[in-house]
Protein backbone atom coordinates (compact mmCIF):
# COMPACT_ATOMS: atom_id res chain seq x y z
CA UNK A 1 0.00 0.00 0.00
CA UNK A 2 0.83 3.65 0.33
CA UNK A 3 3.54 5.20 2.95
CA UNK A 4 3.72 8.78 3.52
CA UNK A 5 7.22 9.94 3.32
CA UNK A 6 8.46 8.09 0.48
CA UNK A 7 9.94 11.20 -1.22
CA UNK A 8 10.44 13.23 1.53
CA UNK A 9 13.97 14.64 3.10
CA UNK A 10 14.88 11.44 6.02
CA UNK A 11 16.40 12.46 9.53
CA UNK A 12 17.79 9.35 10.73
CA UNK A 13 18.37 9.21 14.59
CA UNK A 14 20.04 6.64 16.60
CA UNK A 15 17.44 5.40 19.51
CA UNK A 16 18.73 7.58 22.74
CA UNK A 17 19.28 10.87 20.94
CA UNK A 18 18.18 13.85 20.56
CA UNK A 19 16.36 14.62 17.10
CA UNK A 20 16.06 18.37 15.55
CA UNK A 21 13.32 18.59 12.82
CA UNK A 22 13.29 22.22 11.12
CA UNK A 23 10.72 23.76 8.99
CA UNK A 24 10.77 27.35 7.22
CA UNK A 25 7.59 28.94 6.62
CA UNK A 26 6.13 31.96 3.81
CA UNK A 27 3.64 34.22 5.43
CA UNK A 28 4.90 36.69 8.07
CA UNK A 29 1.62 37.16 9.14
CA UNK A 30 0.89 33.59 10.19
CA UNK A 31 0.43 33.54 14.16
CA UNK A 32 -0.07 29.87 15.44
CA UNK A 33 2.32 27.18 13.95
CA UNK A 34 1.71 23.46 14.79
CA UNK A 35 3.82 20.77 14.64
CA UNK A 36 2.06 17.18 13.43
CA UNK A 37 3.12 13.33 13.56
CA UNK A 38 1.91 11.14 10.82
CA UNK A 39 2.58 7.22 11.00
CA UNK A 40 1.95 5.15 8.13
CA UNK A 41 -1.65 4.71 7.13
CA UNK A 42 -3.04 7.38 9.80
CA UNK A 43 -3.85 11.03 9.68
CA UNK A 44 -1.44 13.50 11.08
CA UNK A 45 -1.69 13.83 14.98
CA UNK A 46 -1.11 17.15 16.91
CA UNK A 47 2.16 17.05 18.46
CA UNK A 48 2.63 20.94 20.18
CA UNK A 49 1.87 24.34 19.17
CA UNK A 50 2.67 27.93 19.31
CA UNK A 51 1.64 31.19 19.00
CA UNK A 52 3.30 33.82 17.59
CA UNK A 53 4.16 35.99 20.72
CA UNK A 54 6.41 32.90 22.43
CA UNK A 55 9.61 31.71 21.16
CA UNK A 56 9.45 28.27 22.90
CA UNK A 57 7.80 26.00 23.68
CA UNK A 58 8.10 23.14 25.35
CA UNK A 59 6.03 19.64 26.01
CA UNK A 60 6.55 16.00 26.91
CA UNK A 61 10.17 15.51 25.03
CA UNK A 62 9.37 17.98 22.87
CA UNK A 63 10.34 21.65 22.54
CA UNK A 64 9.15 23.90 19.81
CA UNK A 65 11.12 27.17 19.13
CA UNK A 66 9.85 29.67 16.70
CA UNK A 67 12.13 32.45 15.77
CA UNK A 68 9.98 35.19 13.71
CA UNK A 69 12.96 37.23 12.60
CA UNK A 70 14.34 34.23 9.85
CA UNK A 71 10.16 32.55 10.04
CA UNK A 72 11.82 29.43 11.56
CA UNK A 73 10.13 26.89 13.30
CA UNK A 74 12.21 23.95 14.69
CA UNK A 75 11.08 20.56 16.61
CA UNK A 76 13.35 19.00 19.47
CA UNK A 77 12.59 15.69 20.39
CA UNK A 78 14.42 14.64 23.43
CA UNK A 79 15.83 10.93 24.30
CA UNK A 80 14.03 9.42 20.72
CA UNK A 81 12.35 6.05 20.38
CA UNK A 82 11.32 3.92 17.95
CA UNK A 83 8.09 5.35 18.58
CA UNK A 84 8.82 8.26 16.97
CA UNK A 85 9.57 6.72 13.36
CA UNK A 86 6.95 9.01 11.27
CA UNK A 87 6.54 11.48 8.95
CA UNK A 88 6.46 15.12 10.79
CA UNK A 89 5.06 18.09 9.44
CA UNK A 90 4.62 21.97 10.86
CA UNK A 91 1.90 23.76 9.83
CA UNK A 92 1.00 27.64 10.23
CA UNK A 93 -2.09 29.75 10.01
CA UNK A 94 -3.45 33.12 10.51
CA UNK A 95 -5.95 32.87 13.59
CA UNK A 96 -5.94 35.71 15.20
CA UNK A 97 -8.03 33.99 18.18
CA UNK A 98 -10.83 33.40 15.60
CA UNK A 99 -11.47 29.76 14.90
CA UNK A 100 -11.27 28.55 11.41
CA UNK A 101 -8.25 29.62 9.35
CA UNK A 102 -6.58 27.26 7.37
CA UNK A 103 -3.70 25.50 7.94
CA UNK A 104 -1.01 25.92 5.20
CA UNK A 105 1.74 22.67 5.40
CA UNK A 106 5.38 22.75 5.39
CA UNK A 107 7.02 19.89 2.90
CA UNK A 108 7.41 17.39 5.91
CA UNK A 109 10.62 15.01 7.35
CA UNK A 110 10.73 11.50 7.76
CA UNK A 111 12.25 10.28 11.19
CA UNK A 112 13.73 6.95 11.15
CA UNK A 113 15.01 5.54 14.57
CA UNK A 114 18.00 3.53 14.05
CA UNK A 115 18.04 0.76 17.89
CA UNK B 1 -11.02 17.75 21.16
CA UNK B 2 -13.21 16.37 18.04
CA UNK B 3 -13.19 12.71 17.14
CA UNK B 4 -13.68 12.46 13.06
CA UNK B 5 -14.38 9.39 11.48
CA UNK B 6 -14.22 8.81 7.96
CA UNK B 7 -14.91 6.48 5.52
CA UNK B 8 -13.76 4.99 3.39
CA UNK B 9 -10.56 3.98 5.14
CA UNK B 10 -9.32 2.95 1.81
CA UNK B 11 -10.90 1.93 -2.00
CA UNK B 12 -9.69 1.06 -5.37
CA UNK B 13 -11.53 2.41 -8.17
CA UNK B 14 -11.38 2.48 -11.79
CA UNK B 15 -11.11 5.36 -14.17
CA UNK B 16 -14.03 7.41 -15.26
CA UNK B 17 -16.10 6.76 -12.23
CA UNK B 18 -16.86 8.42 -8.93
CA UNK B 19 -16.06 7.95 -5.05
CA UNK B 20 -17.71 9.86 -2.26
CA UNK B 21 -15.99 9.86 1.08
CA UNK B 22 -17.68 10.66 4.29
CA UNK B 23 -16.38 12.50 7.41
CA UNK B 24 -18.42 12.43 10.46
CA UNK B 25 -17.28 15.19 13.82
CA UNK B 26 -18.59 13.81 17.13
CA UNK B 27 -19.33 17.32 18.22
CA UNK B 28 -20.47 20.68 16.05
CA UNK B 29 -18.14 22.13 14.26
CA UNK B 30 -18.52 25.21 12.07
CA UNK B 31 -15.16 24.90 9.69
CA UNK B 32 -14.29 21.57 8.04
CA UNK B 33 -11.48 21.52 5.51
CA UNK B 34 -10.78 18.36 3.02
CA UNK B 35 -7.09 17.98 2.45
CA UNK B 36 -5.18 15.81 -0.29
CA UNK B 37 -2.27 14.21 0.15
CA UNK B 38 -0.61 12.66 -2.88
CA UNK B 39 1.89 9.87 -2.66
CA UNK B 40 5.37 10.82 -0.46
CA UNK B 41 4.61 14.20 -0.32
CA UNK B 42 2.57 16.90 2.22
CA UNK B 43 -1.07 17.51 2.71
CA UNK B 44 -2.93 20.47 0.24
CA UNK B 45 -5.59 21.99 0.73
CA UNK B 46 -8.24 21.01 -1.48
CA UNK B 47 -11.43 23.51 -0.16
CA UNK B 48 -13.26 24.65 3.05
CA UNK B 49 -16.65 23.89 3.94
CA UNK B 50 -18.93 25.82 5.90
CA UNK B 51 -22.22 24.30 6.92
CA UNK B 52 -24.80 26.60 4.84
CA UNK B 53 -22.58 27.92 2.28
CA UNK B 54 -20.68 26.84 -0.64
CA UNK B 55 -17.45 25.38 -0.30
CA UNK B 56 -14.42 27.48 -0.43
CA UNK B 57 -12.33 26.14 -3.22
CA UNK B 58 -8.49 26.46 -3.40
CA UNK B 59 -6.09 27.46 -6.39
CA UNK B 60 -6.12 24.51 -8.96
CA UNK B 61 -9.21 22.54 -7.31
CA UNK B 62 -12.83 23.25 -8.66
CA UNK B 63 -16.02 22.26 -7.41
CA UNK B 64 -16.83 20.38 -10.47
CA UNK B 65 -13.81 17.70 -9.90
CA UNK B 66 -14.46 17.67 -6.19
CA UNK B 67 -18.08 18.68 -5.33
CA UNK B 68 -18.51 18.79 -1.04
CA UNK B 69 -21.43 18.73 0.53
CA UNK B 70 -21.89 20.17 4.46
CA UNK B 71 -25.73 19.50 5.43
CA UNK B 72 -24.71 20.06 9.41
CA UNK B 73 -22.68 20.73 12.02
CA UNK B 74 -21.19 17.43 11.99
CA UNK B 75 -20.71 15.62 8.83
CA UNK B 76 -19.58 16.77 5.38
CA UNK B 77 -19.25 14.55 2.38
CA UNK B 78 -16.09 15.17 -0.76
CA UNK B 79 -16.68 13.46 -3.84
CA UNK B 80 -14.04 12.94 -6.22
CA UNK B 81 -15.16 12.29 -9.55
CA UNK B 82 -14.55 11.01 -13.29
CA UNK B 83 -11.64 9.84 -11.65
CA UNK B 84 -8.28 9.40 -13.39
CA UNK B 85 -5.07 7.38 -12.00
CA UNK B 86 -3.52 10.87 -11.15
CA UNK B 87 -5.89 11.10 -8.11
CA UNK B 88 -4.60 8.28 -6.51
CA UNK B 89 -3.88 10.05 -3.16
CA UNK B 90 -5.03 10.01 0.78
CA UNK B 91 -7.72 12.22 0.94
CA UNK B 92 -8.27 13.60 4.72
CA UNK B 93 -11.34 15.78 6.51
CA UNK B 94 -10.23 17.92 9.01
CA UNK B 95 -11.90 20.40 11.69
CA UNK B 96 -10.93 23.61 13.35
CA UNK B 97 -11.46 23.40 16.68
CA UNK B 98 -13.09 26.20 19.06
CA UNK B 99 -12.46 27.78 22.29
CA UNK B 100 -10.31 27.14 23.89
CA UNK B 101 -7.55 25.12 22.36
CA UNK B 102 -8.16 26.55 18.67
CA UNK B 103 -6.23 23.40 17.35
CA UNK B 104 -7.09 21.61 14.08
CA UNK B 105 -8.05 17.47 14.19
CA UNK B 106 -7.54 15.19 11.31
CA UNK B 107 -9.40 11.73 10.36
CA UNK B 108 -7.90 8.64 9.07
CA UNK B 109 -7.94 9.72 5.99
CA UNK B 110 -9.08 7.68 3.10
CA UNK B 111 -6.58 6.00 0.34
CA UNK B 112 -7.88 6.08 -2.80
CA UNK B 113 -6.32 4.14 -6.01
CA UNK B 114 -7.70 4.89 -9.37
CA UNK B 115 -6.78 2.13 -11.72
Known amino acids: GESVGLHLPTLSVQEGDNSIINCAYS??????FIWYKQESGKGPQFIID?????DKRQGQRVTVLLNKTVKHLSLQIAATQPGDSAVYFCAETNRREAAGNKLTFGGGTRVLVKP | SAVISQKPSRDICQRGTSLTIQCQVD?????MFWYRQQPGQSLTLIATANQGSEATYESGFVIDKFPISRPNLTFSTLTVSNMSPEDSSIYLCSVALGAPNYGYTFGSGTRLTVV
Open chain 1, 50 to 54: IRSNM
Open chain 2, 27 to 31: SQVTM
Open chain 1, 27 to 32: NSASDY
